[in-house]
Every structure is written in C-alpha cells, then in structure tokens.
C-alpha cells in the first residue's frame, strides 16, 4: 500500500457555531461544503487547509461525549499546521484572543513550534520548519 497523505481529520465540537467561527473567522480555513444532516440533527463542515487537498471535517453532534483530554491519552494527541513564518503567525494568533505557549525549538530537527487549543480544549501546534 503506498498511502500519499493525509486527507482528511475529523473532529466534533462540543458547540458547533464557535467552533466554526474559530477554525473559519480565527485561523482562516476555507469553507469546501457545509451539510446539516436533520436525521442525525448534526453538522458537517468540510475545511479546506491552505492551498492543499488536506482538509478538517468539523462535525456536532447532540451532548457528545467528553474525551480525555491528557497530552498522554490515547487518541489525536494534536493536530499541526506546517507555518511560512512563526513570529507573525503567533502574533496573529494572539491579537485574536487566543492563548499560545512559548515557542520552543526541537532538539532533533531545529524545528520552531508552538502549542495553542481550540475552543474544546483540542491541542493545535504550529511547526516553522528549520529547512
């Protein structure tokens, strides 16, 4: 099996309406496609990631579930975005309200990142690769 990239991640929101607003208005992904589902009485937002096919499909659904929400646990640890420049992109993060930790280095790659979360506590990270 030769598998290409990742198409697609899925992630459901504990209040749909913010977390359009942030992954849409907050970090800029352009809509492809939103459905609402009445038999499931659910949302399905489809995201597209800059200018690759790559793509979050942003689901709600009625009183979800919570999940565990430890760096540790099993499941999604985080989900990254590859960033052009780090300082400008953490300055824009922050001038819209939303907290982000230092930016640290990675010891293996020279890599520069940085954590933030979504409106469910989801962890983001931003990469700047060293090149």
Avoid: C, W
């Avoid at 977390?19 to 459905?35: A, C, M, N």
Wanted: hydrophobic residues 35%.
């Amino acid at each position: 099996m030769e598998l290409e990239q990742i198409h697609h991640v899925a992630i459901i929101s504990s209040n749909y309406e913010r977390s359009k607003h942030f992954y849409v208005d907050l970090l800029g992904l352009t809509v492809i496609h939103e459905t609402y589902r009445a038999e499931r009485d659910s949302y399905k937002l489809d995201l597209r990631i800059g200018k690759t096919e790559q793509q979050i499909e942003l689901f709600s659904f009625p009183n979800p579930p919570l999940r565990v929400n430890q760096p540790e646990a099993r499941g999604l640890r985080h989900l990254a975005f590859v960033v052009p420049n780090m300082e400008q992109s953490v300055k824009e993060l922050e001038s819209k309200g939303i907290a982000v930790e230092p930016v640290r280095i990675d010891p293996i790659t020279g890599d520069q990142y940085t954590f933030f979360a979504d409106p469910d506590g989801l962890p983001l990270e931003l990469v700047k690769h060293a090149k």
